[in-house]
Every structure is written in C-alpha cells, then in structure tokens.
C-alpha cells in the first residue's frame, strides 16, 4: 500500500500546454521532496518543501506544500518536450520513515 | 564535485546466487540510503547509513543487508537471491541523515536481473 498517492499515474499532453500532478498522504509530512527521472537513470532533486503552506518556483515548474503539510502540487506551465520524464515525490515522516509516491509519467508530446 | 557512482551498473544473476552492490557518496556526504526500484512497487526504501551505522531500515526481508564504511562508502547484499529482487537498486547520498531540509542525490542505479 502506497503511503504517498501520486495522480494521476500517467499524463500525455501536448507542447505548450499547462498540467499539474499532485502528491497526497492522510499523515502530515516533515518535509517532501519532487524528483524527476529519466529511463535508465536515479532521480534527480527537483525542490524541497519543508513548511505549510510553501510555494516554490524553479523556472516554469511551481511547487506548493499543503497547509497541513498532508499534500503537495506541481504545476508546469507552457510544457517542453525535455519536461518529459518520471515525476515523483518523496515524503519523510515524523517517525523518520521515508516513501516515496509511484510516480506521475509524464510525455509531452512536439 | 563528482556525483554519487554505483558499481556495477548491470548485474546478471540467477536465483540462490548472491550479490553485492557498491556506491560511493559525493565527497563530503557522510549519510546513504539505498532503495529498491521496481515496476509494480516503485520505489521503495531499504536502509540509511551513517557514520557506519544502520540508522533506518526499510521492511525488507534479512537478505538485503548494508554496511558503510569509513570513508562513506557503502555496499548492499543480496543473498539467496529470488526472481522478485530483479529491479534497479538506488543509492542516494546526503551530506547528514534525514532531509528535514538536507538534500539527497541519486546515484543512476545498478540494474539486477535475477534469472
């Protein structure tokens, strides 16, 4: 059973346009993490969020923490070809335990 | 600053065999965690390491076991290896344990295939 649950599980769309995937769990997270990752390769950082409430930007991906530090969006904007790729997120617990989500699939589409 | 390497990158074996799996942390990283990666379960945690001490452990049976050495480097093991453990196994470092705000980075993985 996925602590993390990660919607939607796939997503294709094409160039140009705007999507956002999100990232829930019932218990509260001490702090959440976005990978992205490529066929063949470890995931890469993307963002950490660490307070309610928190809003990230990096380039044209958005990131924001929920209040109740339960959940978590990420919200492209004008999608690329090279945004393509395995989204997931990665939560640490206060008992210290860490999961991560299954992970969004993303293709755009030329 | 060199990224966190994984020896080797593909790994054949049969079932009953056993494995081990390296990874080298970024300079100046002292925590390493290791994860399973597989199809139908994603990713999944195994163990952290630091200062040479298992400080977490995943839910996985007595056959997958870790150590870290002095120099932050850390091996896995896989004994009686089963058709199931056929995935990609990720080693990720930190420069301390937990990421309360301390980033970790993945190595690209070794992929084992268990025949």
């Known amino acids: 059973t996925q602590l993390l649950k990660q919607s939607p599980q796939f997503l294709s769309i094409q160039e140009g346009e705007n999507l956002t995937v999100y990232c829930n769990s019932s218990?509260?997270?001490?702090?959440l993490q976005w990978y992205r990752q490529e066929p063949g390769e470890g995931p890469v950082l993307l963002v950490t969020?660490?307070?309610?409430?928190e809003v990230k930007k990096l380039k044209r991906l958005t990131f924001q923490f929920g209040d109740a530090r339960k959940d978590s969006s990420l919200h492209i904007t004008a999608a690329q070809t090279g945004d393509t790729g395995l989204y997931l997120c990665?939560?640490?617990?206060?008992?210290?335990?860490?999961?991560f989500g299954a992970g969004t699939r993303l293709t755009v589409k030329p | 600053k060199a990224g966190v390497t994984q020896t080797p990158r593909y790994l054949i074996k049969t079932r009953g065999q056993q494995v081990t799996l390296s990874c080298s942390p970024i300079?100046?990283?002292?925590?390493v965690s290791w994860y399973q990666q597989t199809p139908g379960q994603g990713l999944q945690f195994l163990f952290e390491?630091?200062?040479?001490?298992?400080?977490n452990k995943g839910n996985f049976p007595g056959r997958f076991s870790g150590r870290q050495f002095s120099n932050s480097r850390s091996e896995m093991n896989v004994s009686t290896l089963e058709l199931g453990d056929s995935a990609l196994y990720l080693c990720?470092?930190?420069?301390?344990?937990?990421?309360?705000?301390?980033?970790?980075?993945f190595g690209p993985g070794t992929r084992l295939t268990v025949t």
């Open positions: 990720a470092s930190s420069l301390v344990p937990g990421f309360g705000g301390e980033e970790q980075y």
């Open positions: 218990s509260v997270f001490s702090s």
């Open positions: 969020v660490v307070t309610g409430g």
């Open positions: 990665a939560g640490r617990y206060n008992n210290n335990d860490m999961r």
């Open positions: 300079s100046g990283h002292r925590s």
């Open positions: 390491y630091f200062s040479e001490t298992q400080r």
